[in-house]
């Protein structure tokens, strides 16, 4: 037998099966630049697709309000005063005008509104 050096020689894409393989140590046998290069070019959806039921979907916009902090980032929010206007009462009025809109990036379709 001969001696191993760490090389397996020359072996074809296992993608084109027609080019020489790319080979790395670590990962071993890889495909061809060629085959690389068209798989970069290929291209990927923009938007994540959500596999999620009705059910799941129609559950988030219903319990939508109770998943609302009162706080982000250290920021009053302002969907959560709107949300909970009873627990606005208990606040000065300075607190309630320095609130802003901190949930924007995760309101449900159609809004909060479609919560109430």
């Known amino acids: 037998m001969g001696s191993c050096k760490g090389s397996i020689g020359k072996v074809k ?25 068209r ?9 994540q697709i959500e596999f999620t039921s009705k059910e799941i979907k129609e559950g988030r916009k219903k319990n ?30 300075k607190e309630i005008k320095k609130a802003k809109n901190v949930w924007g990036d995760i309101t449900p379709a159609g809004g909060i509104g479609r919560t109430k």
């Open 13 to 37: 894409c296992p993608v084109c099966i027609t080019n020489e393989a790319t080979q790395d140590k670590l990962l071993g046998v890889l495909p061809c630049s060629d085959c690389t290069t």
């Open 39 to 47: 798989h970069s070019n290929f291209k990927k959806p923009s938007n």
């Open 64 to 93: 939508f309000k109770s998943t609302l902090q009162k706080y982000r980032n250290g920021q009053l929010s302002k969907e959560f005063l709107e949300a909970y206007p009873e627990r606005a009462k208990a606040m000065n009025e």
